[in-house]
């Protein structure tokens, strides 16, 4: 976890209404303690998806860590937090133990991988919590995956436009397989007359 943070640049802290804007300073140098290089921005949950911030910017979104209540993402919210995410970064989130299933089930369909409770290593991140709200809930760290949203690579093209084969390389560069022009169907040859007939309406 020290190495998470300690690695990260930019940081989204997600923040409730039932929390004082006054006491967020607090909770940003408890980060910045973990996190000294990194830039750390608040954002009010309710105005997650019309903030519109750029895709792939920040390596760590904290969600739910900084309210006196449990926070629910929407599924919309959560898409949006995989949007504005690097590949690689890490949500960090408070979940309910009652509701943790499903909580965890949604992290994934939104396409975060990795999903797993954090030790007491990170309890420096609920420091401020009360014991009660301790109990009744428990960290959760989910990674975006190393690829982001539209990326693609270039498929290798295996045939060969000198001998019309079509090739299949292993890692080594060995053929595993090919086909000639002869050994390909011609597709006029599938249906025969009887095929082409119209169908008896009877």
């Known amino acids: 976890m020290d190495e998470i943070f300690a690695c990260a640049k930019n940081i989204l802290v997600i923040w409730a209404t039932d929390v004082n804007p006054e006491n967020l300073p607090g909770f940003q ?110 960290l959760w760290l989910c990674q975006k995956p190393s690829f982001d949203i539209g990326y693609s690579v270039p498929l290798r093209n295996g045939s060969d436009t000198r001998t019309g084969q079509i090739s299949s390389l292993t890692a080594s560069g060995k053929t595993t397989w090919t086909m000639d022009d002869d050994d390909l169907i011609d597709t006029d040859e599938l249906l025969d007359e009887q095929d082409r007939k119209k169908p008896d309406v009877k």
């Open 29 to 138: 140098n408890i980060i910045q303690t973990k996190a000294k290089q990194a830039v750390i921005a608040f954002e009010n949950a309710e105005m997650v998806i019309e903030s519109k911030r750029a895709s792939s910017s920040f390596d760590i979104v904290l969600f739910g860590l900084v309210s006196k209540r449990e926070t629910r993402a929407t599924t919309d919210m959560l898409n949006e937090l995989f949007r504005v995410l690097r590949p690689n970064g890490h949500l960090i989130a408070l979940v309910e133990h009652t509701t943790q299933l499903q909580t965890v089930d949604q992290f994934k369909m939104c396409g975060f991988t990795s999903c797993s409770p954090l030790d007491t290593n990170s309890s420096f991140l609920i420091e401020n919590k009360d014991d009660h709200v301790n109990k009744m809930r428990s």
